[in-house]
């Protein structure tokens, strides 16, 4: 199981937030309350990661204080070197309503990112009536046609939606899923090539973030967690020789990993057994 345990989650709850994080998380529930009944607003703690959310005020994703943070938030913190704040992106709930959504990251005294104060907005209702405007003023071609057929968003741009698991263990299987999707093979049917390239989409969109993410890829993968260590110290290696300089790796004391299982995984990577299928 991805989940982390219960004794964990209660140490968690118990711990104090960091001193920036304190402030916003009283205001929370009064953000979400003065911007009205179609907002949702999360802070999430990232020492806490996968299980971060601190507080939250409205109800739009069906999260609760403990829950995952998502995909999405996971990739950002994965691939953002300056924690840039993103505003006004597409997401969509788990029935279907469209969210205009925003995520803003909070510093420490040093300048180093501590938490993600993120804002949802259902605007479905907003996006009908512009959609049916549209129509209405506009002359029907067929490339609008096309579109409408195909449920495409007007304006939007390219590239998989944010979605929101109520577990980390959904959040694993869908991250999974879309990467061997993306590679094209079935998993009984994978050569080392393939696993590999699987292992490097999951590391690019944050996945080995998470506690025991290396040992649920294994499993889906029918590879051992040593092996899935070899294939990221070669992924790092190859991205070194490309840009001069090495990338972050991701196998680094991470919020929430303990010394002992920090020391693990690095010991771990250094081991490279005989790689097989």
Not at 133 to 138: G, I, P, S
Not at 251 to 274: F, H, I, S, W, Y
Request: glycine share 10%; net charge positive.
């Amino acid at each position: 199981m991805v989940e982390a345990d219960a004794p964990r989650k209660a140490r968690q709850r118990a711990a104090p937030l960091p001193t920036p994080l304190e402030p916003l998380a009283r205001m929370v529930p009064a953000l979400a309350e003065a911007i009205g009944p179609n907002c949702e607003v999360i802070l999430h703690d990232l020492a806490r990661l996968p299980n971060s959310i601190v507080a939250i005020g409205g109800n739009l994703t069906g999260r609760s204080v403990g829950g995952p943070i998502t995909d999405f938030g996971l990739e950002q913190i994965r691939q953002s070197n300056d924690g840039a704040d993103m505003v006004g992106y597409a997401a969509q709930t788990r029935d279907g309503r469209r969210l205009r959504s925003s995520t803003m990251f909070v510093r420490d005294a040093g300048g180093n990112v501590v938490g993600c104060l993120c804002i949802n907005m259902d605007v479905t209702g907003l996006l009908e009536i512009s959609e049916a405007a549209r129509h209405l003023a506009a002359v029907a071609t067929t490339a609008h046609i096309s579109a409408g057929a195909a449920g495409q968003d007007a304006g939007a741009p390219p590239g998989k939606r944010e979605t929101f698991p109520l577990t980390v263990e959904e959040l694993a299987v869908r991250a999974v899923k879309e990467a061997t999707e993306a590679v094209g093979v079935p998993v009984a049917l994978m050569r080392k090539d393939h696993k590999r390239e699987v292992v490097r989409v999951l590391d690019e969109h944050g996945l080995f973030l998470i506690r025991d993410g290396v040992e649920y890829v294994a499993a889906a993968l029918s590879i051992s967690r040593y092996t899935i260590y070899n294939y990221l110290a070669e992924i790092n290696g190859e991205a070194a020789g490309r840009n001069g300089r090495r990338r972050r790796v991701t196998m680094r004391v991470l919020p929430g990993m303990d010394k002992q299982e920090a020391a693990t995984n690095r010991k771990a990577a250094r081991v490279r057994p005989k790689e097989g299928k």
